[in-house]
T-cell receptor, first 114, second 112 residues
């Protein structure tokens, strides 16, 4: 059974803190994605990676960075958390282009920045 | 710019009826369209994929249509059940690097 796990379900941080969100997939997928989801705005892509050490900016990369040192792990970093980064963060993985392109999502991390 | 529209208002229907959800898009020529289900506090789960050369796809009680002329997909759940209550997202692809573009979703509530 395919599985994408995220390090925390709920996280509370203070403004200015450095925040790490971890995502691990056990499906040997090449592609991994980080989204944030806000009411009325839907899923917005922050960053994605199609290979180890490769990354591409999504639609809203400002204030975020990512790291992919191993194929199964994709980390999202908030360098200096701000209150407008309070959101639900979702990680996903998929096979390379040309396959089914289905994305498999983790359970999400609800981050609150105070 | 690319735009995907799903009805932002919740759809309330009675158990046993057919639910029909709509996904419209503009400024996009997708090769395929996907539908996902999302329960509160959880990540989306893939349901169905339909390609641009397919008119209709079925899976158990689910049916998806794809009209590239109208730039619209319809998602049907027949014999709906309270357990079908969730938010349903449509997604178009591919973008570069196997990206998908998601709609904002429509909440479905199936009442007894």
């Amino acid at each position: 059974d395919v599985k994408v796990t995220q390090s925390s379900r709920y996280l509370v941080k203070r403004t200015g803190e450095k925040v790490f969100l971890e995502c691990v997939q056990d499906m040997d997928h090449e592609n991994m994605f980080w989204y944030r989801q806000d009411p009325g705005l839907g899923l917005r892509l922050i960053y994605f990676s199609y290979d180890v050490k490769m990354k591409e900016k999504g639609d809203i990369p400002e204030g975020y960075s990512v790291s992919r040192e191993k194929k199964e792990r994709f980390s999202l970093i908030l360098e200096s958390a701000s209150t407008n980064q309070t959101s639900m963060y979702l990680c996903a993985s998929s096979l390379p282009s040309g396959h089914t392109d289905t994305q498999y999502f983790g359970p999400g991390t609800r981050l609150t920045v105070l | 710019s690319q735009k995907i529209e799903q009805n932002s208002e919740a759809l309330n229907i009675q158990e046993g009826k057919t639910a029909t959800l709509t996904c419209n898009y503009t400024n996009y020529s997708p090769a395929y369209l996907q539908w996902y289900r999302q329960d509160p506090g959880r990540g989306p789960v893939f349901l169905l994929l339909i390609r641009e050369n397919e008119k209709e796809k079925r899976k158990e009680r689910l049916k998806v249509t794809f009209d590239t002329t109208l730039k619209q997909s319809l998602f049907h759940i027949t014999a709906s059940q309270p357990a079908d209550s969730a938010t349903y997202l449509c997604a178009l692809g591919p973008g570069g690097g196997n990206k998908l573009t998601f709609g904002t979703g429509t909440q479905l509530k199936v009442e007894l």
